[in-house]
Every structure is written in structure tokens, then in C-alpha cells.
């Protein structure tokens, strides 16, 4: 089956650690993104990439740092420097380099909380 | 500016009415695109709809259906003969060249009581 699988579901993290955020796709597509979720709120892009080897940063950019050295991966680090971790976080991905005409589809989160 | 309204936090139905979830949208960019979202308790995101700028017809698919009118900047969803199933945060999003971004309003929560 075709689709985006994020790993962990849930993650755990103490103050002053990394961690890192898996995101893999075998759609196919040239670019993905990550968003970050906060309760009652609306998704914020915090890095995108469209071709591997290159990545932009998003609204919220500070405190993580992501990597695009496969077509099929785009894994995310929340650094100790990011104040407020804890949210939920989306990958997605595209085809083409995520023009409108290119529909963004959405893996299934991972739920981070510090400790 | 350019943003994404959705004014209804949380709307409740009883099962088989139906209901509209609004989303009016701010851009100045005349070629741009937009998306609807349905996020169910699982957390995924599922695409449901993409609309241009050009395309101002309405859609229909199955028990959902869309209303974009340039003129207000609104981009309205129905669900005709609601669901328990249909219980979920949608989200209307809008992306534009301009800003090469999808912009997310803040999400409807939509509960369907049997």
C-alpha cells in the first residue's frame, strides 16, 4: 500500500533532549512538509523541502532542523533549544514541488510531549 | 493580509440533519487555491477537496458538496444528511504563489449525536 507512516505515535521527551521524527513516503512524491498542531488550532509549517538535498524553512522554524538526503524521507529533530515542544506533529507530502495544483496528503502524526 | 476564517469553533447536529461549515479566505493574489480537510480522532489529515480561482462552479460528492463565491471570499462546505461518521475537525485551507504555503484556518470542530 501506498502512503506516509510516521514514527512513533507517541513520543516522549525531558527537557534539554533531542528527538527525532521519522516521516517516510513511498508515493513517490518530490516534496514534503512538516506542520506543527497546537490544540484548537490550525497547522503551521515548520520546514518543507521539494527536491532532496534542499529544504526551506517555514513560519516556525526555530528549534528544529530537518534532512532530505533520500526521496522517501524527511525526518524532523526537535532540538532542546524549541521552548514549547509538546504539540502534534504532521508530515506530508506532494507531487511536483508543492504548487497549489500539487494536493498535499497527510501522514498520521506524531503526538509529542515533554516531560 | 492573507489568511483563513473559520468562524464556528464547534458546531453539534443530531444525525441526519444537515450542516454548512464556513470559510471565508483573504488574498490579493489572483491565481490561487483552495482545500478542505477532514481530520478524524486518528489525527490523519484526509484530503477532500481542491478548488482554483477560475473554477467557480459548485461540486458535489455523495453527501458533500461546495460552495465557492469569489464575490463574498467564501468557500462554504455542506454535509447534507449528516453522520456519526462525519464527526471531525475540518479544516479549509488556502495556498497562493505569492506565498507558496498552504494557510489553514483554525479548524470546525463538527460533532454528529446519533
Known amino acids: 500500500d501506498g502512503g506516509i507512516t510516521q514514527s512513533p505515535k507517541y513520543l516522549f521527551r525531558k527537557e534539554g533532549q533531542n528527538v527525532t521524527l521519522s516521516c517516510e513516503q513511498n508515493l513517490n512524491h518530490d516534496a514534503m512538509y512538516w506542520y506543527r498542531q497546537d490544540p484548537g488550532q490550525g497547522l503551521r509549517l515548520i520546514y518543507y523541502?521539494?527536491?532532496?538535498?534542499?529544504?526551506q524553512k517555514g513560519d516556525i522554524a526555530e528549534g528544529y532542523s530537518v534532512s532530505r538526503e533520500k526521496k522517501e524521507s524527511f525526518p524532523l529533530t526537535v532540538t532542546s533549544a524549541q521552548k514549547n515542544p509538546t504539540a502534534f506533529y504532521l508530515c506530508?507530502?506532494?507531487f511536483g514541488q508543492g504548487k497549489g495544483t500539487d494536493t498535499q496528503y497527510f501522514g498520521p502524526g506524531t503526538r509529542l510531549t515533554v516531560l | 493580509a492573507q489568511k483563513v476564517t473559520q468562524a464556528q469553533t464547534e458546531i453539534s447536529v443530531v444525525e441526519k440533519e444537515d450542516v454548512t461549515l464556513d470559510c471565508v479566505y483573504e488574498?490579493?493574489?489572483?491565481?490561487?487555491?483552495l482545500f478542505w480537510y477532514k481530520q478524524p480522532p486518528s489525527g490523519e489529515l484526509v484530503f477532500l477537496i481542491r478548488?482554483?480561482?477560475?473554477?467557480?462552479q459548485n461540486e458535489i460528492s455523495g453527501r458533500y458538496s461546495w460552495n465557492f463565491q469569489k464575490s463574498t471570499s467564501s468557500f462554504n462546505f455542506t454535509i447534507t444528511a449528516s453522520q456519526v461518521v462525519d464527526s471531525a475537525v475540518y479544516f479549509c485551507?488556502?495556498?497562493?504563489?505569492?506565498?507558496?504555503?498552504?494557510?489553514f484556518g483554525s479548524g470546525t470542530r463538527l460533532l454528529v449525536r446519533p
Open positions: 478548488r482554483n480561482s477560475f473554477d467557480e
Open positions: 488574498t490579493r493574489d489572483t491565481t490561487y487555491y
Open positions: 506530508a507530502s506532494s
Open positions: 523541502s521539494q527536491i532532496v538535498n534542499d529544504f
Open positions: 485551507a488556502l495556498w497562493m504563489d505569492s506565498s507558496y504555503k498552504l494557510i
